[in-house]
């Protein structure tokens, strides 16, 4: 079961004020974790090689456009 409910900032502040401390604790660290960047050299890696890439496909559409673009910048 899910729940939405809008609120601003300031209701959203005063209701953490209200937690208690160790929940406090626990929220904070989950929001280091979303917000920290990436240190780890091999996570660094893993991330950029498992990232998209372009098929062979792709990649031939891409030149036969440039190619076509440059033709008609050139007359």
Do not use: H
């Amino acid at each position: 079961m899910q729940i939405q409910v809008n609120i601003g900032i300031d209701q959203l502040i005063e209701i953490v004020r209200k937690l208690p401390k160790k929940d406090i604790d626990k929220l904070k660290t989950e929001l280091e974790r979303e917000k920290a960047p990436i240190t780890n050299r091999q996570d660094f890696e893993s991330f950029l090689l498992n990232g998209p890439v372009f098929s062979k496909k792709q990649l031939n559409t891409i030149a036969k456009t440039r190619k076509a673009i440059n033709q008609w910048r050139a007359k």
